[in-house]
């Protein structure tokens, strides 16, 4: 073998081994963790920030967009809505069913998600209006709102009582 292939195959050799004893130490490690954690953590709060920018719901439960269902007020879990003032969240659905005080006993279906930040909201008897606790945005009993920081109404559904049956139908 010739001086020139020689000091190839040694310089071929030299590279492999670099290739293979490359590593970093702890403290590297650490450092390209944090950082790539950070990124991951700043692209999410910028993605919330922005407009339109709400992050998916990872377990979306009303992908089709249509309601409509029926539920019992004979049953335990729906019995709250037999009396004025209460309310029901029907979380498989999004939807919160009030049942207003006043002389008729009227039904109200809204939307149950905040539209600020998807927060479950709660019904206000005294005030007859929903209520969010997050941030304090609060809606008329049409679902319009009265009070941001939310800057849409909620989408709010037909609701119709068979009182022989004592079913209350939530439907769009």
């Given at each position: 073998m010739n001086e020139t292939s020689n000091t190839n195959i040694d310089t071929i050799n030299?590279?492999?081994?670099?290739?293979?004893?490359?590593?970093?130490?702890?403290?590297?490690?650490?450092?390209?963790?944090g950082l790539s954690f950070g990124a991951i953590m700043l692209m999410n709060c910028l993605q919330s920030c922005g407009d339109g920018g709400d992050i998916p719901d990872p377990n979306p439960t009303n992908t089709?967009?249509?309601?409509?269902?029926?539920?019992n007020l004979n049953d335990a879990a729906n019995?709250?809505?037999?009396?004025?003032?209460?309310?029901?969240?029907?979380?498989?659905?999004?939807?919160?069913?009030a049942r207003v005080n006043d002389t008729n006993g009227t039904f109200l279906a809204v939307d149950s998600r905040c539209t600020h930040e998807q927060t479950t909201i709660n019904y206000r008897s005294s005030s007859n209006d929903f209520y969010c606790p997050n941030h304090g945005s609060t809606f008329s009993?049409?679902?319009?709102?009265?009070?941001?920081?939310?800057?849409?109404?909620?989408?709010?559904?037909?609701?119709?009582?068979?009182?022989?049956?004592?079913?209350?139908?939530?439907?769009?």
């Amino acid at each position: 073998m010739n001086e020139t292939s020689n000091t190839n195959i040694d310089t071929i050799n030299s590279i492999e081994q670099n290739k293979t004893n490359q590593t970093i130490d702890r403290k590297e490690f650490m450092k390209q963790v944090g950082l790539s954690f950070g990124a991951i953590m700043l692209m999410n709060c910028l993605q919330s920030c922005g407009d339109g920018g709400d992050i998916p719901d990872p377990n979306p439960t009303n992908t089709t967009g249509k309601v409509d269902f029926t539920i019992n007020l004979n049953d335990a879990a729906n019995a709250g809505l037999k009396t004025k003032g209460n309310y029901l969240v029907i979380k498989a659905q999004n939807v919160i069913i009030a049942r207003v005080n006043d002389t008729n006993g009227t039904f109200l279906a809204v939307d149950s998600r905040c539209t600020h930040e998807q927060t479950t909201i709660n019904y206000r008897s005294s005030s007859n209006d929903f209520y969010c606790p997050n941030h304090g945005s609060t809606f008329s009993s049409t679902g319009a709102v009265t009070k941001g920081p939310a800057s849409l109404a909620l989408t709010r559904f037909n609701t119709s009582f068979d009182a022989t049956n004592n079913t209350l139908r939530v439907f769009a």
